[in-house]
């Protein structure tokens, strides 16, 4: 049920189309080195039907950069293609879901937590969480969708940090910017979270 965004965010991947484009320009640049095996292909007259797009078709996209004319340039351009690729994917994700906005980046005291907690969290920020009545409802109408604590409705992600019985200054931003914190005031692991 989460979002491809969600998933791709999490794990910091490109998506597969702007995954395989980039590569490509990057071969195509890599091209232009002297002695490359397809620098033969790169004036090449287009073929006389458009039946399936080659490694040519991206020519467009290596206007910005310099020529490549060693290694080093090489570098520079690879690297400029890498930047336009991913800073274009960050921008047309959707919303998060449960901040309605984009979501910040996750902060690096998330990695000193067991990968059972960082799974938990992962979960929690997507909104589909087995801990979250909202979700389990969905699994099973016969799961009420209200709050084990408060027995209001519904019992999703903003409630955990919202309910009356259980207080918290914590927000749903923080299970981006206070990981530890947030996982000790969920409980997501039997063993105590490290400080």
């Not at 027995?151 to 923080?174: A, M």
């Amino acid at each position: 049920m989460s979002c491809p965004d969600h998933l791709h965010q999490e794990c910091k991947v490109l998506p597969l189309q702007p995954h395989t484009q980039l590569i490509t320009t990057q071969y195509l640049l890599a091209s232009h080195l002297p002695g490359h095996p397809g620098q033969k292909h790169l004036d090449r007259p287009p073929p006389p039907r458009n039946m399936k797009k080659t490694a040519l078709h991206y020519k467009d996209d290596l206007r910005h950069i310099a020529p490549v004319i060693d290694k080093p340039s090489l570098k520079k351009g690879l690297k400029t293609l890498h930047t336009s690729a991913v800073n274009k994917v960050k921008n047309s994700y959707k919303n998060n879901r449960i901040l309605n906005a984009k979501p910040p980046e996750i902060h690096p005291e998330e990695k000193t937590l067991p990968r059972k907690v960082r799974c938990s969290l992962s979960q929690f920020r997507s909104g589909f969480s087995r801990k979250v009545n909202s979700y389990m409802n969905r699994l099973d109408p016969d799961t009420p969708n209200i709050c084990p604590s408060c027995n209001l409705n519904p019992h999703d992600v903003p409630h955990l940090f919202n309910c009356p019985q259980n207080p918290t200054n914590l927000t749903t931003r923080d299970l981006w910017k206070k990981p530890k914190e947030v996982a000790r005031f969920l409980q997501l692991d039997g063993n105590p979270v490290p400080d």
